[in-house]
């Protein structure tokens, strides 16, 4: 993504122009996967109605956590820097339940029934982690009240301003 981000710089002939990431539903999980393991310099990294998160933990499963990956990968160094990274969760607070889908694995429920309850739960776990060690926190968590699985109502919401553009 960066190099992506770079090309786009040059054609531009704007070498330090902002940019920013955003991703829906399974593009929201890929989102969150950068934050973890991918330095950039993008400006915000949104997570739109995620479907699954990357909690900040080594007790769940890679895909769901830090579970199980090599250690450089797994490292208090990595969690901090994801922690620090301008990770926005944006999500519908109508979100709240199974589709078909909505991943329903063992590791998935663990985060919450529905993807409002797992992005508030690890921006939660987070927070908390973030506290608890005195390491940076520049997560955000911004909502929809009512809003479902539906993209269209997501990106034309106020608040998409705000998640976007803080």
């Given amino acids: 993504m ?3 981000a770079r090309a786009v ?24 996967r950068m934050a973890a393991f ?5 400006v915000r990294l949104v997570a739109v109605n995620p479907g699954s998160l990357l909690f900040p933990t080594r007790e769940l499963p890679f895909g769901y956590g830090f579970g199980g990956l090599p250690a450089a990968l797994a490292s208090d160094e990595r969690l901090r820097a994801y922690l620090a990274a301008p990770l926005v969760l944006y999500v ?3 979100d709240d ?12 429920m ?19 982690l973030a506290n608890e060690r005195g390491w940076p926190f520049h997560w955000q968590l911004i909502e929809v009240e009512g809003a479902g699985h539906d993209s269209h109502t997501m990106f034309e919401h106020d608040n998409c301003r705000l998640a976007v553009l803080d």
């Fill in 2 to 4: 960066p190099e992506i």
């Fill in 9 to 32: 710089r040059e054609r531009a002939g704007a070498p330090s122009a902002e940019w920013s990431v955003i991703g829906h539903s399974a593009g929201g999980q890929f989102v969150v």
């Fill in 38 to 42: 991918l330095a950039t310099d993008a």
């Fill in 92 to 94: 519908g607070t109508a």
């Fill in 97 to 108: 339940r199974r589709d078909e889908f909505l991943d329903t694995s063992s590791a998935a």
């Fill in 110 to 128: 663990q985060q919450g029934e529905g993807r409002h309850q797992r992005s508030v739960a690890a921006f939660r776990a987070a927070r908390a």
